[in-house]
């Protein structure tokens, strides 16, 4: 195929492996750089794949159709996005979701100064999970929208541990409370706090002579991450983490219950299953990165989320083939 996406990826931990799997996978795209903050000769996989230091990346300007942005939510996005918004078009998976406004609009001032197209909050949630919500909150607007995440692992909130001092490596899962679930499809619309939908557990390995006492108390007092949920905190060797804790599975449901007519009830429910969140993660990235490019070339620039993309953007198919599936 001529006239491939070039893409970049800044950031090779587990979503940017998971970006590459995908763009693998992609016939109109092409991997034409890796950026990273580790040393690019001990970066193992990567053969024939140019890889250089993040502060290399201005140097590829005008060389690269889209940058996916594959950072941790937690200290990563917030300064890499704007920074680069600007030059490239970049798609990213910024999660914390109540800073999304004010990452929406840092982000959209870089992209619309530069004349480039940044979506941002891009994944299964934010992102498809959103579009759920949105579309049956749309069509049942007199009704509720309860989400539920798990049981899998939380990539953002994994790095967030991780960024805690004393902590070497860790990982957390999500884990929805089965009978808050089960109230929400038997129609009772119950009001449900953070506390009462979800439970997190953490997987933490700690540096030699770390206060864990000091990683624990950090880790559930962490605002938008582990403070409004009852948490608990395990630590395992590294030997332990690797062997039962290696592999990222998650999932999720977005349930919405609504009336319409003479009190007659519906359920619209979205749910995922997944082996690799950061597989998955990745391919939907790849998918609206494709999005990006082709919103760039017909003029359009700025910050859009997932609600600004008409479906059509982000499938590789002919229309031909896409008017085949309506």
């Known amino acids: 195929m001529e006239n491939k996406i070039k893409i970049g990826i800044c950031g090779y931990g587990n979503l940017g492996k998971g970006v590459q799997k995908a ?7 092409e991997l034409e750089v890796i950026f990273t903050r580790r040393n690019p000769n001990e970066i ?7 890889t250089c230091k993040i502060e290399e990346m201005k140097n590829w300007k005008d060389k690269l159709d889209v940058v996916i942005m594959c950072g ?5 996005l917030p300064l890499q996005v704007p920074m680069f918004a600007g030059i490239f078009n970049t798609v990213d998976s910024f999660d914390t979701h109540a800073d999304i406004p004010e990452f929406f609009e840092k982000v959209n001032q870089k992209a619309s100064n530069g004349g480039k197209v940044s979506i941002i909050s891009v994944g299964w949630d934010p992102g498809m999970f959103s579009i759920s919500r949105l579309y049956a909150d749309s069509i049942l607007p007199e009704g509720k929208t309860y989400t539920f995440w798990g049981k899998g692992v939380s990539q ?3 790095d967030a541990i991780r960024r805690i001092e004393g902590v070497k490596d860790a990982r957390q899962y999500t ?5 808050a679930m089960e109230r929400v499809r038997n129609g009772e619309n119950p009001e449900l706090s953070t506390r009462e939908k979800h439970l997190r557990e953490c ?3 700690a540096e030699d002579g770390a206060d864990l006492e000091k990683i624990e108390k950090e880790i559930k007092i962490m ?4 403070a409004d ?8 060797s590294e030997e332990e983490l690797k062997r039962n804790h290696s592999e990222m599975p998650h999932g999720g449901n977005v349930i919405h219950i609504g009336e319409t007519g003479e009190n007659h009830k519906h359920v619209v429910e979205y749910s995922l299953k997944l082996d690799s969140n950061p597989e998955f993660t990745g391919s939907i990235l790849v998918a609206y990165a494709r999005a990006a490019y082709r919103m760039n070339i017909k003029g359009d620039n700025g910050a859009k989320t997932v609600f600004d993309v008409a479906p059509s953007m982000i499938s590789y198919r002919t229309k031909e083939e896409i008017m085949k599936m309506v």
């Open 23 to 29: 763009i693998e996978k992609s016939k109109d795209m």
């Open 175 to 179: 884990i929805p409370i089965e009978t």
């Open 229 to 236: 949920y009852d948490t608990t905190v395990h630590f395992v």
């Open 72 to 76: 941790g939510s937690s200290t990563d």
């Open 203 to 205: 997987f933490v390995v």
């Open 156 to 158: 953002g909130h994994s």
């Open 44 to 50: 193992e996989n990567i053969a024939k794949i140019p």
């Open 223 to 226: 605002p938008k991450y582990f």
